[in-house]
């Protein structure tokens, strides 16, 4: 019996939270599966100008793009709209619909306990909510950690969505649960 191969690929991600959720995936795919490239830069944007790019990398090594479906109609279109050519084989473009915060709301039990709140709280259909990301931080204010709280959510008076350890909490969710 031969040693098994790994399969090295390229991850392309909107931010470090994307990135969690997909590095995290494929650790669980069940293949031997090494990621030799992380591609990451602030939002949407960049990926959807890289997209030659990819589709190129994608000639030699399987390259997994994910992205958020944000407020576009429907992931077909996106993807009609990114993809301006028949995808490369090895050229996977997957849509969180309609954010990433939608995945890990899915997983309800599990965020309930990382959250501290009751677990009926959790919405059964994120994929439906609007603004998932919303939904996700009114649920952190009826959080009993002060310490997600806190990294969480804004600081009072502050004009930014959320708070500046989002990303760290939710991640280590991503990589804990």
């Known amino acids: 019996m031969g040693a098994v191969q790994v399969i090295e690929i390229a991850i392309a991600t909107e931010?470090?939270?994307?990135?969690a959720?997909?590095?995290?995936?494929?650790q669980h795919s069940g293949r031997p599966v090494q990621i030799a490239a992380r591609l990451r830069r602030q939002g949407f944007g960049y990926l959807k100008s890289r997209m030659a790019s990819f589709h190129q990398m994608a000639q030699w090594r399987p390259v997994l793009v994910l992205t958020d479906l944000d407020q576009a109609h429907c992931a077909p279109l996106l993807l009609r709209d990114w993809l301006r050519q028949p995808p490369a084989p090895n050229l996977l473009l997957r849509v969180a619909v309609r954010e990433i915060e939608a995945w890990l709301l899915a997983d309800g039990e599990a965020f309930a306990t990382f959250m501290g709140i009751d677990p009926g709280k959790v919405p059964t259909q994120p994929e439906r909510l609007p603004d998932p990301k919303q939904r996700l931080l009114s649920l952190v204010r009826q959080s009993r950690q002060r310490d997600v709280k806190r990294d969480l959510l804004p600081a009072p008076g502050s004009r930014t969505v959320q708070g500046l350890g989002y990303n760290e909490q939710l991640i280590r969710f991503v990589r804990d649960h």
Do not use: C, G, M, P
């Not at 931010?15 to 990135?19: C, N, R, V, Y």
């Not at 959720?21 to 494929?26: I, R």
């Open 15 to 19: 931010d470090a939270l994307s990135e």
């Open 21 to 26: 959720v997909l590095e995290t995936l494929v």
